[in-house]
């Protein structure tokens, strides 16, 4: 397989860490999705995108457990990139990771899983 | 037993955090649920974003009020900010259709869906605060004047 094309970002709010788990493309989000993080998360998924489509990946886990907040912006990056593999004719599948300490997650990961349910899971834990 | 408490200043992106924090630390001396202050906390993110991304001059607003009644309390969130004519048309007309909706998770459900390859803005903050932070959301505009409102009912401690 060939090597991960995807770096590590960071930003004074959101770090973004990804990792290769043989056919599954892990990305560990830490901080908070504000305003300003906004530009650099989307561009981020869309290079996600593209990565999972060069590897032809099965899985993109996207562990949110110590994600603290995310707002209606960054939000839509997620529903943008859903959207984008849902439609797209090379599936894969999307895990999101939550922390169930963090209320909010519960229904906005909930209302991404309702998005695309062939798509994308949820697990909490 | 009522409290107020408001916050008047130019349009600044460090304070949305700030704002969203300290509705949720006051709160949480009268009300013990972690989901409802996790609710509230987000309502007030998302109406403090949208007073910085859309006041077209002057100062933002941003009320909290607290009314006690019995079992519980009743929360009112408000923003009052001035606003470009396009973004008050805006606010209008996504304002009509959360307040028809029947449903406001089906709402919600079907605005994420539209907002999918909308290039700019995500446009759900609104619906987001209804159908995830379980508020009525209501508005008026007078003029240029835009005062948004959220409120909702919940348990305050040592009840049930």
Known sequence: MSELALDRVVTPVLTL?????GERLRVDFSGTGDMSAIEALNGYLKRVHAEAQR???AEVICDLKKLSFMNSSCFKAF???IDAVKTDSRHYRIVLLANPELHWQRRSLEA???????VVSVESG | MSLSVSFRAPPHVGHVEHVARFVSELCRTYISDEDALSRLQLAAYELMENVVKYT????GEFQLQLDFDGPGCRIVLSTQNMAEDEHRQDLEARMTRLSSADDPLSHYDSEIQASARRPFGSGLGLARIRAEGEMVVDYSIDGEKVVVRVE????TKGQP
């Open chain 1, 17 to 21: 860490e990804p990792s290769l788990e």
């Open chain 1, 55 to 57: 590897l032809n990946l």
């Open chain 1, 79 to 81: 529903v943008t990139w």
């Open chain 1, 112 to 118: 991404l899983r309702r998005l695309a349910t062939g």
């Open chain 2, 56 to 59: 077209s001059k002057g100062d």
């Open chain 2, 152 to 155: 909702a009912a919940f348990l």
